[in-house]
């Protein structure tokens, strides 16, 4: 097909079609020839040339080998613009043979089989959460299992700026009051006024940060509130230790009215 031609089906697809350019010479001859390939693909109305050939780029560099991770990394990200439009799925999707007339090396044909496996039979919704599961979307078990080490972690170390980016990290702010909860209990259990007063200063600069933020700080002492009854059963003393606890931060001034009017007495 010559210039004239290409030209004229690229135009009616939306796209403006470049003739090779004396820097094409410069190409690996496999690079061409994908370059050519997805070309072809794209001339018949799908995928986008500027994506595609950065891919096959990211395709040539991945057996730089310097990342260990890179082939799974490439492979979703592939796999992800497959899914986003902006490439098409015949760029990943390779027979063996092709793999092999391609000779990319072993670290891209990893990358493409990655892509491939990730966008099989077109079940593309997992690829939202390729990067990981975001925050919202995790099990609340989960989330509730990961805020009580963060809690563990600063008893142990005392560094509250670690729990907050900790806490900024698990990018749940509508579930923080299960950390003021966890907290509580935590205290409760300690019998340690030093875990009392380790817990206060945390709370208090959740407070002062707004990474709490009062209706939370609320929620999270009155659940522990309504627990009582089943955490003394554990804790016998857990009626006087909360009493000072509420005591203590009712002193640094972060606790509102309505918490401090509905601690509960045995």
């Known amino acids: 097909m010559d210039v004239e031609s290409n030209n004229k089906r690229a135009t009616n697809g939306g796209r403006q079609f470049t003739p090779p350019s004396d820097s094409d010479s410069k190409e690996s001859s496999v690079e061409r020839e994908l370059n050519g390939e997805i070309e072809a693909v794209e001339l018949n109305g799908s995928g986008s040339g500027g994506h595609s050939n950065g891919h096959v780029k990211k395709l040539m560099a991945v057996e730089d080998g310097r990342i260990k991770q890179a082939p799974i990394m490439l492979g979703n990200f592939m796999a992800r613009a497959v899914a986003d439009d902006c490439i098409p799925p015949k760029f990943v999707a390779k027979t063996g043979e092709e793999l092999r007339r391609l000779g990319l090396g072993e670290h891209a044909e990893q990358a493409l089989r990655r892509a491939d496996s990730l966008i ?17 979307l995790r099990p609340v078990k989960t989330i509730t299992m990961q805020m009580e080490l963060l809690l563990k972690e600063y008893l142990s170390s005392r560094d509250v700026a670690e729990a907050q980016r900790c806490l900024r990290a698990l990018e749940v702010p509508h579930y923080h009051h299960e950390l003021v909860y966890e907290a509580i209990v935590m205290t409760l259990e300690s019998l340690s006024q030093t875990t009392e007063e380790a817990m206060c200063e945390l709370l208090k600069q959740l407070d002062l940060t707004c990474l709490v933020l009062p209706a939370g700080m609320e929620q999270g002492f009155l659940r522990a509130f309504d627990d009582m009854a089943d955490i003394v059963l554990d804790v016998p003393l857990a009626y006087i230790i909360l009493d000072r606890f509420v005591e203590r931060c009712n002193r640094a001034g972060f606790l509102t009215d309505k918490i401090i009017n509905n601690v509960p007495s045995r």
């Open 120 to 136: 099989y039979k077109h079940v593309w919704a997992h690829l939202d959460n390729v990067w990981g599961m975001g925050g919202p």
